[in-house]
C-alpha cells in the first residue's frame, strides 16, 4: 500500500505554541456561534420578515448539519488529510458567515447556518486530531487540551454578551462578519505553523458507510430538533428518529461486511474508550439541559433582559476556566479516572445547589453557589473526558475518534435538552395549576437539574467500576487520546435560540 507522512515524524516543535493559539482561536469561533445568534433573533425576525417556525431554523439549520456530518467529515480528515480538511472548513465556515451576513431575504440565512455547520463539522475535528498529534506526551496534551477547552469555556460564555453587544450597537448582522478576520487569519497562518498528517496508509472512504452513517445522525438531530419543538408523540418527531435507529441498524450491518469500514466496530469495542464516551453523553445530556433551563430561570423567574441574563453567566464562565486550570493537574497527579469521578460528583453536587433555589431568592444568594460549583466541575471535567474518550487511538484514526466523540456531546445535549426540558415544562404545567407561574417555573426547573445531578452519579459510577488501572500522567502510552471537540454543549444549550426568541419577542 502507499505510506504518507505521518506528523509524528517531523513536526516542528518550535511551531506548536503559535500552532495551538490559531487553532484555538477558530474553536473561539466556532463556539461563539453555537449562541451569538441567540439574542439577536428578534432584530432578525423583523429585518428580514421570518415566520415563527421558520425563525427557530435559524439555530436548528447550525445544529443539523454540525452535529450530522461531524463522523463523515472526521474520517475524510484522517483519510485526506487533517490540516486540508481543517482548512477547507474553515474556508466555507467564513464564507458562509459573509453570505448570512448579506442574507436579505430568510432562505439565504437559513442556508448560510447551515453550511456554516459543515463547516464546523470539518473544522472542529480536525483541529483537535491536530492538536493531538502536535502533542503526543500525555502532560503537554492534558495542557493543551485545558487551553483549548478554556478558550471553548470563555467563547460560549462570551457568546451571549458580544450578540446583545453587536446588535443593540451596530446590528445583528456584525455578528457573522465578525468571524471574517478569524478565518482568513487561520487560513493564512495555520499552513505555516502546522505540517499536514494523514492516517499511515491509503484507504477508500467507505461511501455506503459514509451514506448511512451521515442519515442515521442527521435523523437523529432533526428528530431530536423536533421533538424540543412539538413532543415526542409528534409524528414529525417521532418519524426521523424510527428512520434514524433503521439507518444505525443498516450502517452496522454494512460496517461488519466491509473491509475498509468508516467505523471500525473494533474501534467501539474498546472498552475504556467506550465507557468514556457513554460518560460524555450523561455529561453533555445534564450540561446542556441545566445551561438551557438556568436561562429559562434568569429571565422567567428573575425577570433579567437578555443582555443582563448573558451577564450573570460570567461567573460561569471564570468557573470553567478555574476547573479546566487545575484538570491537568489532576489528571497527572490522580489518573484520569479518578480525576473524572471526581469531576462528575462536583458537577452532581452544584446541580442539587441550583435545584434548592426557590422562587423568590436572588441571584446572589440562590444561583450563584450552585453555578460556580457547577462550572468548576464542568471546567474539571472537559479536558479529562477528551483524554479518556481518546484512549487508545493512534495516528490511523484521530480524527475519527475526535468526530465519535463530538457526535457524542451533540446527540447527548440534544437528548438532554430535548428530555430533561419536556420534564421541567410538563412539571410546571402541573404546578401551574395551584401555584403562581414562577413557583411553577422554579418548580419545574429543580426537578430536573435532580434529574441531572443523578445522570452525572450514574456516569460517575460507570466510570469508578471500570476494570483495569487509571492512567497516570507520564506513564502512558503515546498512543492515548486524540482529540475532541470539549463543547460548546456543555456550556450553551442549542436551545437558547428558541428560548430567547420567544422571550424577546414577547418585551418587543
Same mark, same amino acid.
Given at each position: 500500500m502507499?505510506t504518507?507522512p505521518?506528523?509524528?515524524?517531523?513536526?516542528p516543535a518550535?511551531?506548536?505554541?503559535?500552532?495551538?493559539?490559531?487553532l484555538?482561536f477558530v474553536?473561539?469561533m466556532?463556539?461563539?456561534?453555537d449562541?451569538v445568534?441567540?439574542v439577536a433573533?428578534p432584530s432578525?425576525?423583523d429585518?428580514?420578515?421570518f415566520?415563527?417556525?421558520?425563525?427557530?431554523? !435559524?439555530?436548528?439549520?447550525y445544529?443539523?448539519?454540525?452535529g450530522?456530518l461531524?463522523?463523515?467529515?472526521g474520517?475524510?480528515?484522517?483519510l485526506l488529510?487533517?490540516?486540508?480538511?481543517f482548512?477547507t472548513?474553515?474556508?466555507?465556515?467564513?464564507?458562509?458567515?459573509?453570505?448570512?451576513g448579506?442574507?436579505?431575504?430568510p432562505?439565504?440565512?437559513?442556508?448560510?447556518?447551515?453550511v456554516?455547520g459543515?463547516?464546523?463539522?470539518?473544522?472542529s475535528?480536525a483541529?483537535?486530531? @491536530?492538536?493531538?498529534?502536535?502533542?503526543?506526551?500525555?502532560e503537554?496534551?492534558a495542557?493543551a487540551?485545558g487551553?483549548?477547552?478554556g478558550?471553548?469555556?470563555l467563547?460560549?460564555?462570551a457568546g451571549?454578551?458580544?450578540?446583545g453587544a453587536l446588535?443593540g450597537?451596530a446590528?445583528?448582522r456584525w455578528?457573522?462578519l465578525?468571524?471574517?478576520?478569524?478565518?482568513?487569519?487561520a !487560513?493564512v497562518?495555520?499552513?505555516r505553523?502546522?505540517p499536514?498528517s494523514?492516517?499511515g496508509h491509503? !484507504?477508500?472512504?467507505?461511501?455506503?458507510?459514509?451514506?448511512?452513517g451521515?442519515g442515521a445522525?442527521?435523523s437523529l438531530?432533526?428528530?431530536? +430538533?423536533?421533538?424540543?419543538e412539538s413532543?415526542?408523540?409528534d409524528?414529525a418527531?417521532f418519524?426521523?428518529?424510527?428512520?434514524?435507529?433503521?439507518l444505525?441498524?443498516?450502517?452496522?450491518a454494512?460496517?461488519v461486511?466491509t473491509a475498509e469500514?468508516l !467505523?471500525?466496530?473494533?474501534?467501539l469495542a474498546?472498552?475504556f474508550?467506550a465507557?468514556a464516551?457513554?460518560?460524555?453523553?450523561?455529561?453533555?445530556?445534564?450540561?446542556?439541559?441545566?445551561?438551557f433551563l438556568?436561562?429559562?430561570h434568569?429571565?422567567t423567574?428573575?425577570g433579567?433582559?437578555?443582555?443582563t441574563a448573558g451577564?450573570?453567566y460570567l461567573p460561569y464562565g471564570a468557573?470553567? +476556566?478555574t476547573?479546566?486550570w487545575l484538570s491537568?493537574?489532576a489528571v497527572t497527579?490522580?489518573?484520569v479516572?479518578?480525576?473524572l469521578?471526581?469531576?462528575f460528583?462536583?458537577s452532581a453536587?452544584?446541580?442539587?445547589l441550583l435545584?434548592?433555589?426557590?422562587a423568590?431568592?436572588?441571584?446572589?444568594r440562590g444561583?450563584l453557589?450552585?453555578?460556580?460549583?457547577?462550572?468548576l466541575g464542568c471546567?474539571l471535567?472537559?479536558?479529562?473526558?477528551?483524554?479518556?474518550?481518546?484512549?487508545?487511538?493512534?495516528?490511523?484514526n484521530a480524527g +475519527?475518534g475526535s468526530a465519535v466523540?463530538s457526535s457524542?456531546?451533540?446527540v447527548?445535549?440534544a437528548?438532554g435538552?430535548a428530555?430533561?426540558?419536556?420534564?421541567?415544562a410538563r412539571?410546571?404545567e402541573?404546578?401551574?395549576?395551584?401555584?403562581?407561574?414562577r413557583s411553577?417555573v422554579t418548580q419545574?426547573f429543580?426537578?430536573?437539574?435532580?434529574?441531572?445531578?443523578?445522570? @452525572?452519579?450514574l456516569g460517575?459510577v460507570?466510570?469508578?467500576a471500570l476494570?483495569?488501572?487509571s492512567?497516570?500522567?507520564?506513564?502512558?502510552?503515546s498512543?492515548?487520546p486524540?482529540?475532541v471537540?470539549?463543547t460548546t454543549?456543555t456550556?450553551?444549550?442549542?436551545?437558547?435560540?428558541?428560548?430567547?426568541r420567544?422571550?424577546?419577542?414577547?418585551?418587543g
Open positions: 502507499k504518507v505521518t506528523t509524528s515524524t517531523y513536526h518550535g511551531r506548536r505554541g503559535p500552532a495551538l493559539v490559531v484555538c474553536q473561539f466556532l463556539v461563539l456561534d449562541n445568534v441567540s433573533l432578525i425576525r429585518d428580514l420578515g415566520g415563527t417556525a421558520g425563525l427557530a431554523w !435559524v439555530v436548528n439549520a445544529f443539523l448539519a454540525f450530522g461531524l463522523l463523515l467529515f474520517r475524510m480528515a484522517d488529510g487533517r490540516r486540508r480538511v482548512l472548513g474553515v474556508a466555507l465556515f467564513g464564507a458562509a458567515s459573509l453570505v448570512c448579506l442574507a436579505q431575504e432562505w439565504q440565512l437559513v442556508a448560510g447556518r447551515f456554516q459543515a463547516g464546523a463539522a470539518m473544522a475535528p483541529a483537535l486530531a @491536530l492538536i493531538t498529534l502536535l502533542f503526543p506526551g500525555t503537554e496534551r495542557r487540551f487551553v483549548w477547552g478558550v471553548a469555556g467563547g460560549g460564555t451571549l454578551m458580544i450578540s446588535t450597537l446590528s445583528w455578528i457573522f465578525i468571524n471574517l478576520p478569524v478565518a482568513l487569519a !487560513v497562518l495555520l499552513p505553523l502546522a499536514e494523514r492516517a491509503a !484507504v477508500r472512504l467507505d461511501v455506503p458507510g459514509a451514506v448511512l451521515t445522525l442527521v438531530v432533526y428528530g431530536l +430538533l423536533r421533538t424540543g413532543g415526542w408523540a409524528p418527531a418519524g426521523p428518529l424510527t428512520l434514524a435507529v433503521l444505525a441498524v443498516a450502517f452496522v454494512v460496517e461486511r469500514p !467505523v471500525p466496530l473494533s474501534f474498546f472498552r474508550r465507557v464516551n457513554g460518560a460524555t453523553l450523561l455529561f453533555s445530556a445534564a450540561m446542556y439541559a441545566m445551561a438556568l436561562m429559562v434568569l429571565q423567574v428573575l433579567y433582559g437578555p443582555l451577564l450573570a468557573g470553567i +476556566l476547573g479546566m491537568a493537574r497527579r490522580l489518573g479516572r479518578p480525576a469521578v471526581l469531576s460528583l462536583i453536587a452544584g446541580l442539587l435545584s434548592g433555589v426557590a423568590d431568592d436572588a441571584y446572589v444561583v453557589p450552585g453555578m460556580l460549583v457547577t462550572s471546567g471535567g472537559l479536558p479529562a473526558l477528551t483524554v479518556a474518550a481518546l484512549t487508545g487511538t493512534t495516528e490511523e +475519527l466523540l457524542v456531546q451533540q447527548g445535549g437528548v435538552v428530555v430533561l426540558v419536556a420534564l421541567a412539571h410546571s402541573v404546578v401551574a395549576a395551584h401555584a403562581g407561574l411553577a419545574g429543580s426537578l430536573a437539574l435532580t434529574v441531572a445531578a443523578a445522570l @452525572l452519579v460517575a460507570l466510570l469508578a476494570p483495569g488501572r492512567h497516570r500522567g507520564g506513564k502512558r502510552r498512543a492515548t486524540q482529540n471537540r470539549p454543549g456550556v450553551r444549550s442549542h436551545r437558547f435560540g428558541r428560548h430567547l420567544r422571550v424577546s419577542g414577547r418585551g
